[in-house]
């Protein structure tokens, strides 16, 4: 009764609204959530990952790969991968084997970067880091459809966002710790972070099993091949805009690596700034994260405008002043300017989630997530292009370039259906 009580208040329900087991099914979607959030963060490859391999004596071009090899490996699969999604009776099934797969590939970091140094750690670390990316684009491909099975819709993106930002409040403890020398920032401490990393994905595996999915049959006599799974691309002009609102908006996610550079550029001392920036992520995560899932709930299409629109000021801001004045400000202007962005990518990663949640029925959300999570991927290959780019032009006006494309894919946005609308 109190955790029924709990998540009614949560999602702004009335108690005598809520189907049979739900509270309990919000119970376990959220706290799998929190862990694997939480484990995201603590082995982050822009971040942890990057900073580990530097101290391990590992080569720049393994360094250099692992954020394209995590993000690539997470989503091109997924294609691949639906089909047997479809089949499947429960999608539990799938997403619990990849957060178990992506703990053992996390011990695996953990353990190697306690045992070996250069180049050997370098390569075996990466290779580690693709296997876990496979087996999170499992999870990621059944994620929608476990969550709309089991939670009705106006109600997911609560579930979600308070997910967001309860694991966001969690990594900002991590970052503080390092922040201000509570434990000391070196590779051992970091493999101790990987490694209780991957006891949060295997405790969340063995939790998501517990989750009351209803068991579908699937079609015998449905076609499951390539050509049957893009078919959607081709007839569905709501699918083809959510793409490309999605495509032009993902790089709310490239930039905030360019705000950091731009900050080391003008400062000249980016490596003392890094906690702070860290710190102001984190906290933007957790103030911003359920509040964009109580948005979403109500229209995820507007989450999407909002957050792309917000995006397109702090970027246009934050380049245009420093063209302009030839730098932004101390450490907290910098701070402040990546908390801003995190709110916008936020808003922009909680719209884009619920919308192709709701848009479509049971029998098509898994192929819809994995032709545009698939697509999305190769988006992501080819935005590593912006890093020459900034190379070319300078890192202020590849900000400028990315506030136009967010204004480009607010506009798309616009043209999407109210999907939360019966």
């Not at 294609?79 to 479809?86: D, F």
């Not at 939670?151 to 993106?157: D, E, L, N, S, V």
Request: positive net charge.
């Amino acid at each position: 009764m109190v955790l029924q009580r709990a998540y009614a208040t949560l999602t702004s329900t009335k108690s005598d609204d809520l189907e049979d087991g739900e509270a309990r099914n919000g119970l376990v979607h959220s706290t799998s959530l929190i862990l694997t959030k939480t484990a995201d963060g603590l082995i982050d490859p822009k971040l942890v990952l990057s900073w580990l391999l530097n101290a391990l004596g590992a080569p720049g071009a393994a360094i250099g790969a692992l954020v394209p090899v995590r993000e690539a490996g997470a989503l091109l699969p997924q294609l691949a991968l639906a089909r047997y999604v479809e089949r499947s009776p429960q999608r539990k099934t799938f997403w619990a084997t990849g957060s178990a797969l992506q703990g053992l590939a996390a011990a695996g970091i953990g353990i190697v970067a306690l045992i070996y140094s250069g180049a050997v750690a370098g390569w075996t670390i990466l290779a580690l880091l693709g296997l876990l990316a496979l087996a999170r684009a499992a999870s990621s491909v059944s994620y929608k459809d476990a969550l709309a099975r089991t939670i009705p819709k106006t109600r997911r993106g609560a579930v979600t966002g308070l997910a967001s930002s309860a694991a966001a409040g969690a990594v900002l403890l991590f970052g503080g710790l390092l922040s201000f020398g509570l434990v000391p920032l070196e590779t051992g401490t970091l493999a101790v972070a990987i490694l209780i990393a991957a006891g949060f994905w295997l405790i969340s595996s063995a939790l998501f099993l517990t989750l009351n999915e209803p068991k579908s049959k699937p079609d015998a006599s449905e076609e499951a091949g390539l050509t049957q799974l893009v078919k959607p691309l081709l007839s569905d002009a709501q699918l083809r805009r959510f793409i490309a609102a999605r495509a032009l908006l993902s790089v709310t996610a490239l930039a905030p690596p360019f705000i950091v550079l731009l900050s080391s550029e003008q400062q000249r001392s980016g490596l003392g700034d890094l906690g702070p920036l860290v710190i102001a992520s984190a906290l933007a995560s957790i103030v911003s994260g359920y509040v964009w899932g109580r948005i979403a709930d109500r229209s995820s299409r507007y989450c999407l405008i909002l957050g792309g629109l917000l995006a397109a000021v702090v970027f246009a801001a934050t380049g245009g002043i420093s063209l302009t004045w030839g730098m932004l400000g101390g450490t907290l202007a910098w701070a402040t300017a990546i908390f801003v962005a995190q709110i916008a990518y936020e808003g922009v990663r909680a719209g884009r989630k619920l919308h192709l949640t709701d848009m479509v029925g049971d029998e098509k959300r898994a192929r819809y997530t994995a032709i545009s999570n698939s697509l999305i991927g190769a988006a992501l290959l080819a935005g590593g292009g912006f890093g020459a780019l900034a190379d070319w032009i300078g890192t202020a006006w590849v900000l400028l370039v990315f506030a136009c494309i967010c204004v480009a894919g607010a506009c798309v946005a616009v043209s999407l259906d109210e999907v939360q609308q019966d």
